[in-house]
Each structure stands twice: as C-alpha cells, then as structure tokens.
C-alpha cells in the first residue's frame, strides 16, 4: 500500500470542531481539542460537609447514586438551565464518581459558562439536607481541572 505525505494543514481541522485555544499548528502549552461539537470544561468536586475539610468532612458518595439522591442532586444542579443571570449550566457529558470514601466526583460540561468558583457556590447553595439521605454538602470544593489521560 503507498503512503501519501501530507504537505499542507494540521492535524486541528481533522480531529475537532472546536479548539480550546486558537493557534497556527503549534502549541506552547497543552491543548484541548474538543471533538464533540461544544467547548467543555473539566471540574474536579470535593464533597465535604459544613467543616469544609479532608478526613472527616467527606462525604463517602458510593451509595449516593440512586435517583433523589446526592450525586443526582449536584449533577442537575451543574446542568440547571438558568443558574444565575451571568451563570448557566450546561450538558454533562460524562462523569466519574471515585469508588472510595473521599467523595470526588468529575465532571466534563458541555456547552455552559462555569467557572469553578460559580460551581463551588451553587453546589453548596444546595445545603445541608441533600437528597433522600439528607446528605451535607455546605463545604464542597470545585476546582477546574482541565482534561488528561489516565496514565495507568
């Protein structure tokens, strides 16, 4: 079979509908190509009780998982349609809730205007009795954690 050598173009029209960041072939950081149709954001949440810390403010999320419960809860608030008049949500398209007692979940949204910051208030708008097992979740944290690859 014969090879045909590129000559012109990159790899950015190819793969993506949408770029992170625009540019001319080159990158001097890393670089989110989105293949999705929307720019998305990647969040990293802690939840934690009232005392807003590690240990014992975790919130243990693995038997939070039914309808009406905890994670159900902060996902439709991170979709929510209208979150404030400069906020708005967006489409979940995937997330990951860690399978221990350290209550992380991930979150990549689509299509939504997020910053962490604006996250971290609605989610702990949502209070201390979340959910069908009133869970506590006034000392969230949110960080935007940009997307990587598992490397194991």
């Known amino acids: 079979m014969a090879d045909v050598t590129r000559v012109h173009g990159d790899a950015f029209g190819v793969v993506n509908v949408d770029r992170g960041s625009a540019g001319d072939g ?3 950081a890393d ?4 293949n ?3 720019s998305c954001k ?3 949440i ?7 810390s590690a240990g014992a403010g975790n919130i243990d999320l693995r038997n939070e998982l039914d309808p009406n419960e905890a994670v159900s809860k902060i996902l439709q608030t ?3 349609a209208t979150v404030s008049d400069v906020n708005y949500g967006g489409e979940v398209l995937a997330y990951q809730v860690e399978g221990d007692a350290n209550g992380q979940i991930s ?4 299509g939504s205007n997020w910053t962490s910051s604006a996250m971290q208030t609605a989610i702990r708008a949502l209070g201390t009795t979340v959910g069908a097992n009133t869970v506590d979740v006034s000392g969230t944290d949110v960080t935007d954690t940009g997307f990587k690859l598992a490397t194991s």
Do not use: D
């Not at 802690?46 to 807003?52: E, I, K, L």
């Not at 979150?107 to 689509?110: G, L, Q, Y």
């Open 42 to 44: 990647f969040f990293g």
């Open 78 to 80: 991170i979709q929510s």
């Open 107 to 110: 979150v990549m949204v689509a």
């Open 46 to 52: 802690t939840v934690y009780n009232a005392s807003g």
């Open 26 to 28: 080159a990158i001097s």
């Open 36 to 38: 999705v149709g929307r």
């Open 31 to 34: 670089e989110l190509v989105v």
